[in-house]
């Protein structure tokens, strides 16, 4: 469940602030998070089970009733309803007017021409966030790989939008939120072996009544299986995967799995999905391949200090990166296995 408490990178409140007008007594106040509310009542939460959504304060209130509008999608009608009363009794009793989402945000500023707009689709509820700088875009991303309250779908296509981005917009990104992106835009392939122990995991933790859902996870070993040895062999697509990832993070969301992973119990985008785009992409850009067969990156030129090695053993100066990759790359075999050697002496003597 994400509320305003759990939000720690405020990118839902800054997709709010776009939505809505924010009052003042909202952003005049200091938001609240897990440590100072550990000493809350349960009473002081709309969802006191989970101790989320918390009515203490009339900012809280306002923003919980917000978030809750954020959350319904993942809520059962029956929970969605209950937090809802809860919210406005806290709402009536305090004299807070909650915020209407379904009226026009009033004096809204014009977006600027050059921000770029990621739209986000929940079951129907669609809302467009306007980017307009890389710490934006970085809000942006972190909110879409953490917020695992939305559908993996919903997920995929904003991931999408963010990697499809001008390459500016996204140069605060780090790798590993990029590799979770292309992870979840189900740009990668993966092996039959990583989709069908994602499968095993959940398929095991079915017990009592829970058991029906286990049948669908064997319907999906099934197919998987079937689709490996009639298309790819061991290797599995993009698509066959989407189609997986997605019916994985059902299952975990009905059964409320979502909220036990761990480093060993991913979500499942994350299991099957071992090779991405952006890992291709990157290893190309990195890596140099020598004519004696073996392949460095330019991280190992650096740590060698390979143009330095270049000039000293063979007199051929370079005047920067790129200069010095082409020299290496146009080595003959012999020097190149030369070279390969100072470099794997000099990476070994620094990481020991």
Not at 10 to 29: D, G, H, M
Not at 215 to 230: P, Q, R, Y
């Given at each position: 469940m994400f509320d305003h408490v759990s939000d720690t990178n405020n990118a839902t409140l800054y997709q709010i602030s776009q939505e809505v007008n924010l009052p003042e007594f909202v952003k005049e106040a200091s938001l609240p998070d897990a440590d100072s509310l550990k000493d809350l009542p349960p009473a002081g939460f709309a969802y006191p089970e989970m101790r989320r959504f918390p009515i203490h304060t009339k900012a809280d209130i306002w923003l919980s009733a917000a978030y809750l509008h954020k959350s319904a999608s993942a809520l059962s009608p029956c929970t969605f309803q209950g937090i809802q009363a809860a919210v406005e009794s806290a709402a009536e009793l305090w004299g807070v007017d909650l915020p209407r989402f379904d009226t026009p945000k009033e004096a809204s500023i014009e977006e600027p021409a050059s921000a770029y707009s990621v739209v986000f689709d929940v079951g129907g509820d669609t809302h467009t966030t306007y980017v307009s700088s890389p710490e934006e875009m970085t809000k942006v991303a972190a909110h879409i790989v953490e917020n695992d309250d939305y559908?993996?779908?919903?997920?995929?296509?904003?991931?999408?939008?963010?990697?499809?981005?001008?390459?500016?917009?996204?140069?605060?990104i780090t790798n590993e939120v990029m590799c979770s992106l292309h992870k979840l835009a189900g740009y990668g392939v993966g092996t039959l072996e990583a989709a069908r122990r994602a499968v095993r995991q959940r398929r095991n933790a079915m017990q009592g009544p829970l058991k029906s859902v286990g049948v669908e996870m064997d319907e999906l070993d099934g197919i998987l299986k079937a689709a490996a040895s009639e298309e790819t062999g061991n290797l599995l697509g993009p698509e066959l995967l989407s189609k997986t990832a997605a019916m994985l993070d059902?299952?975990?969301?009905?059964?409320?799995?979502c909220d036990r992973y761990t480093d060993t119990f991913r979500p499942g985008y994350e299991q099957i999905f071992q090779t991405t785009t952006h890992d291709v992409d990157s290893f190309a850009k990195e890596a140099v391949e020598l004519r004696c067969g073996e392949v460095i990156s330019r991280q190992d030129l650096r740590v060698a200090k390979a143009g330095a090695w270049l000039e000293r053993c063979f007199g051929e100066k370079t005047a920067n990166e790129d200069?010095?990759?082409?020299?290496?790359?146009?080595?003959?075999?012999?020097?190149?296995?030369?070279?390969?050697?100072?470099?794997?002496?000099?990476?070994?003597?620094?990481s020991g």
């Amino acid at each position: 469940m994400f509320d305003h408490v759990s939000d720690t990178n405020n990118a839902t409140l800054y997709q709010i602030s776009q939505e809505v007008n924010l009052p003042e007594f909202v952003k005049e106040a200091s938001l609240p998070d897990a440590d100072s509310l550990k000493d809350l009542p349960p009473a002081g939460f709309a969802y006191p089970e989970m101790r989320r959504f918390p009515i203490h304060t009339k900012a809280d209130i306002w923003l919980s009733a917000a978030y809750l509008h954020k959350s319904a999608s993942a809520l059962s009608p029956c929970t969605f309803q209950g937090i809802q009363a809860a919210v406005e009794s806290a709402a009536e009793l305090w004299g807070v007017d909650l915020p209407r989402f379904d009226t026009p945000k009033e004096a809204s500023i014009e977006e600027p021409a050059s921000a770029y707009s990621v739209v986000f689709d929940v079951g129907g509820d669609t809302h467009t966030t306007y980017v307009s700088s890389p710490e934006e875009m970085t809000k942006v991303a972190a909110h879409i790989v953490e917020n695992d309250d939305y559908p993996y779908m919903a997920r995929q296509a904003s991931a999408r939008q963010v990697i499809a981005a001008p390459a500016a917009m996204k140069g605060d990104i780090t790798n590993e939120v990029m590799c979770s992106l292309h992870k979840l835009a189900g740009y990668g392939v993966g092996t039959l072996e990583a989709a069908r122990r994602a499968v095993r995991q959940r398929r095991n933790a079915m017990q009592g009544p829970l058991k029906s859902v286990g049948v669908e996870m064997d319907e999906l070993d099934g197919i998987l299986k079937a689709a490996a040895s009639e298309e790819t062999g061991n290797l599995l697509g993009p698509e066959l995967l989407s189609k997986t990832a997605a019916m994985l993070d059902a299952v975990d969301r009905v059964t409320s799995m979502c909220d036990r992973y761990t480093d060993t119990f991913r979500p499942g985008y994350e299991q099957i999905f071992q090779t991405t785009t952006h890992d291709v992409d990157s290893f190309a850009k990195e890596a140099v391949e020598l004519r004696c067969g073996e392949v460095i990156s330019r991280q190992d030129l650096r740590v060698a200090k390979a143009g330095a090695w270049l000039e000293r053993c063979f007199g051929e100066k370079t005047a920067n990166e790129d200069e010095l990759v082409d020299a290496v790359k146009a080595m003959s075999s012999r020097r190149s296995e030369i070279l390969y050697s100072h470099i794997r002496s000099a990476v070994d003597e620094v990481s020991g």
